[in-house]
C-alpha cells in the first residue's frame, strides 16, 4: 500500500533555533518527492522537489534531503522565524500509466515558533 | 507565474442549498485540475480529478452526483456541491497542472483554498 509517514506530529521550537522534520514512504512506482508549507488557511506553496537522483535541494533557509534507498526524506529549517510557524507536508508522487502522476500526502507537521 | 486562484474564499450557506467553487490558473493552461478536500488538522484528500473537455474522474467513496465537476475551459474549472448538508463543511481545494509541464517533475500548482461552512 502507498503511504506516507511524517514525524513528529507536531512540534514545538523557539525562533532562531533549527528543526528536522522526517518523511518516510512506501511508494512504487516512485517519481518524485515535494516538500509543501501549508499556513493555517490557505493552500500548499511547493518548498523543494527532488527526483530520486537529486539527494539534496535547498531553498533558503529549507533543506531536504533523500535517501532513495532507505525511501526517507527530511527537511531542515535553519533560523527558525516565527513566520515558519505552518504545517509542513510531505508529498510523493507517483507514476501512473499515460505519463500521469499520483500524489500521496503525509499527515504533515504542525510547526510553532515561539518568540 | 504558476499562480491558481479559488473563489469565494469562504462560504456560508443553508442546509440543502448548492455551492458553487471556482478554481482558475491566471497564467498558465491547465488541462488537469484537481480538487482535494481537507478537515481540520488532517492531510488533503483527493476527491477528483478534472480535464478539459471531459468527465471528471472521481476518487473512491466520493459522491459524483453530490460533488458536480466541470472543466469547460484550459483556465477554468468548478465544484458544486449540491444540497449541501454540516457533513460537507471543510476546506476545499484545488490545484492545476500546467498544460506545459509535461517534464521530470509533473508539478501541481494549488490555490488558496475556500472554507465551505453548512449550517
Known amino acids: 500500500k502507498n503511504q506516507v509517514e511524517q514525524s513528529p506530529q507536531s512540534l514545538i521550537i523557539l525562533e532562531g533555533k533549527n528543526c528536522t522534520l522526517q518523511?518516510?514512504?512506501?511508494?512504487?512506482?516512485?517519481?518524485?518527492l515535494r516538500w509543501y508549507k501549508q499556513d493555517t488557511g490557505r493552500g500548499p506553496v511547493s518548498l523543494t522537489i527532488m527526483t530520486f537522483s537529486e539527494n539534496t535541494k535547498s531553498n533558503g533557509r529549507y533543506t531536504a534531503t533523500l535517501d532513495a534507498d532507505t525511501k526517507q526524506s527530511s527537511l531542515h529549517i535553519t533560523a527558525s522565524q516565527l513566520s515558519d510557524s505552518a504545517s509542513y507536508i510531505c508529498?510523493?508522487?507517483?507514476?501512473?500509466?499515460?505519463?500521469?502522476?499520483?500524489?500521496?500526502f503525509g499527515a504533515g507537521t504542525r510547526l510553532a515558533v515561539h518568540p | 507565474g504558476a499562480v491558481v486562484s479559488q473563489h469565494p474564499s469562504w462560504v456560508i450557506c443553508k442546509s440543502g442549498t448548492s455551492v458553487k467553487i471556482e478554481c482558475r490558473s491566471l497564467d498558465f493552461q491547465a488541462t488537469t485540475m484537481f480538487w482535494y478536500r481537507q478537515f481540520p488538522k488532517q492531510s488533503l484528500m483527493l476527491m477528483a480529478t478534472s480535464n478539459e473537455g471531459s468527465k471528471a474522474t472521481y476518487e473512491q467513496g466520493v459522491e459524483k452526483d453530490k460533488f458536480l465537476i466541470n472543466h469547460a475551459s484550459l483556465t477554468l474549472s468548478t465544484l458544486t456541491v449540491t444540497s449541501a448538508h454540516p457533513e460537507d463543511s471543510s476546506f476545499y481545494i484545488c490545484s492545476a497542472r500546467d498544460a506545459r509541464s509535461v517534464h521530470v517533475y509533473n508539478e501541481q500548482f494549488f490555490g488558496p483554498g475556500t472554507r465551505l461552512t453548512v449550517l
Open positions: 508529498v510523493v508522487s507517483s507514476s501512473l500509466r499515460g505519463g500521469y502522476n499520483k500524489l500521496i
Open positions: 518523511c518516510n514512504y512506501t511508494v512504487s512506482p516512485f517519481s518524485n
